[in-house]
């Protein structure tokens, strides 16, 4: 058996009201049963940026294999309808299953762009409409957050150490265990989360509080009584740490005196003797906090050195973690006093991370394609909301330098492209096309569950990847990319494009089904 979604509140009743009453409506017009086919989707990329990973699909399996309305629900489905609904209505709710249904996903971690089917369901149309909100519910905010780590390490580069400090700010303890396994899933090295550790397997790191460091009030308060035997630690680790702050000094003197005219005459006391402290509790993972008074002025020396004094011993320090402040200009103006002094491999990231500061949604849609082999379209006046009619399927096919150069959507009953043969791509909306030879083929959506009538023929767990597997899947995925595409600022536009046979059945849908305005 597939497990229940991580979240005990993941059920079929986490729905809005007018999936109800539609179901009601189907069913009394007898298209409960109509063959349906969605998509899931989204619309535009987040955070300016050209890509988005998509994340999520484990937990909408996991909810979809224990798909069912309970007792308790039905009852409470009863209290809040008309009461003239049938009780027929209720008792065929009640029976209701995911055994027709079949699910087509781009695998999760992928890097995806913008109108290319994430999700493909398929099945009674009454059923699939009730798995909108929840799969909405379970993709959006999991692949806003896993996008915006990504975002964190192409920045990092690949050897610095990320860790992910969210958990107090996160938007509820729902979202910081969802920010938690994402963030490490989009490219975070560890977690503050212990709870998120334990549930999924990731790493757990942490610094020390503010509190720790102003409960502090001087070099004396240094103690070595509590020093493992085991450790390097000599009597005069308080003696050493000041003499690398004063070595620190002169350079660090220099450093501002190059960048802003500033100059520092002494750190915090209390600050030098807390980061000592910590050190001595933590040789081999020594991480601070350093905006408790002055991150330039106090934080960064005194933490340098310390880490100089551990080094001294043969220890090795974590890194720095930037709470507060103009968290950009800060964290560079660190490490430009670091590479002057003691280069630092890691940074912890919290409330910018978890809340995806610059964007708080990411807006997938779930639309209607198909019903009963027709083709189904929503138009808008807004281009973007305009959805691509029919089953379809997605191939993203990659050039001779092995980066990947157009998803192409067509047709599921069209003939998949080939290596090495020409394969017309056009622009949905406008008279553009071009030929594409690709080197290599690489089909996007698989089958991730299939029902059959009456029997559930479900993909057993275990063949689903681990977090740690989707994480390495997501990064060598972000490496296939052309570098361009994945810039963080002004990126080049990655092409969608559709079959010439889609294309035409696309601008077909916008025809017939698209009002005829008057003019006088």
């Not at 058996?1 to 059920?11: E, G, H, K, L, Q």
């Not at 509080?209 to 070099?219: D, P």
Request: a neutral charge.
């Amino acid at each position: 058996m597939i497990a229940r979604p991580t979240n005990p509140m993941v059920s079929s009743l986490l729905n809005e009201m007018y999936h109800v009453t539609t179901a009601y409506a189907y069913w009394k017009a007898g298209k409960h049963l109509d063959r349906a086919v969605f998509d899931l989707c989204h619309c535009k990329p987040p955070f300016g940026g050209e890509f988005t990973v998509f994340a999520g699909l484990e937990e909408c399996l996991r909810f979809v294999a224990n798909f069912g309305f309970e007792d308790c629900g039905i009852d409470y489905l009863r209290s809040v309808m008309p009461s003239y609904v049938e009780d027929e209505f209720f008792g065929s709710l009640k029976a209701l299953d995911c055994s027709q249904v079949i699910i087509h996903a781009i695998p999760e971690g992928t890097v995806v762009f913008p109108r290319v089917p994430l999700i493909r369901i398929e099945g009674p149309l009454w059923v699939v409409q009730l798995l909108e909100t929840t799969f909405l519910a379970l993709v959006n905010y999991a692949s806003l957050v896993a996008t915006n780590a990504a975002r964190y390490r192409l920045v990092a580069g690949s050897s610095k150490v990320l860790l992910e400090f969210g958990l107090r700010r996160a938007q509820g303890p729902d979202g910081s265990i969802s920010a938690s396994k994402y963030c490490y899933l989009g490219g975070f090295d560890f977690t503050s989360n212990l709870e998120a550790g334990r549930l999924f397997g990731i790493p757990v790191g942490g610094t020390h509080s503010h509190a720790f460091v102003s409960s502090f009030m001087g070099l004396d308060e240094i103690a070595l009584s509590r020093t493992s035997e085991n450790t390097k630690f000599c009597k005069d680790f308080g003696a050493r740490i000041q003499h690398w702050l004063s070595k620190l000094k002169a350079k660090f003197y220099s450093f501002f005196s190059a960048v802003e005219s500033l100059h520092v005459k002494e750190t915090n006391e209390s600050e030098l003797a807390a980061f000592g402290s910590y050190a001595l509790a933590f040789p081999e993972g020594f991480l601070a906090l350093v905006d408790t008074y002055d991150v330039m002025k106090s934080g960064v020396p005194n933490f340098c050195a310390v880490a100089l004094a551990l080094h001294s011993l043969g220890y090795k320090a974590r890194g720095i973690r930037l709470d507060s402040g103009d968290l950009s200009y800060l964290s560079k103006q660190a490490r430009a006093f670091f590479r002057s002094a003691d280069e630092i491999n890691g940074f912890g990231i919290g409330t910018q991370l978890v809340t995806c500061y610059k964007q708080p949604a990411l807006g997938c849609i779930y639309k209607l394609v198909e019903v009963n082999g027709h083709s189904r379209i929503k138009i808008s006046e807004d281009v973007a909301k305009v959805t691509i009619p029919c089953k379809k399927q997605c191939y993203r096919l990659y050039g001779e330098q092995g980066f990947a150069l157009v998803d192409l959507m067509q047709k599921d009953e069209e003939p998949a492209p080939q290596a090495d043969e020409p394969v017309l791509c056009r622009h949905p909306f406008n008279l553009n096309k071009v030929y594409v030879v690709p080197k290599r083929v690489e089909p996007l959506l698989q089958c991730y569950w299939k029902g059959s009538l009456g029997k559930l023929e479900k993909i057993h767990q275990k063949e689903l990847p681990s977090l740690k597997e989707t994480r390495e899947y997501c990064r060598q995925q972000l490496a296939a990319m052309r570098p361009d595409h994945m810039r963080i600022r002004s990126p080049t536009s990655y092409k969608v494009s559709v079959s010439a046979q889609l294309y035409d059945d696309f601008h077909t849908a916008l025809f017939n089904e698209g009002p005829v305005k008057e003019l006088r």
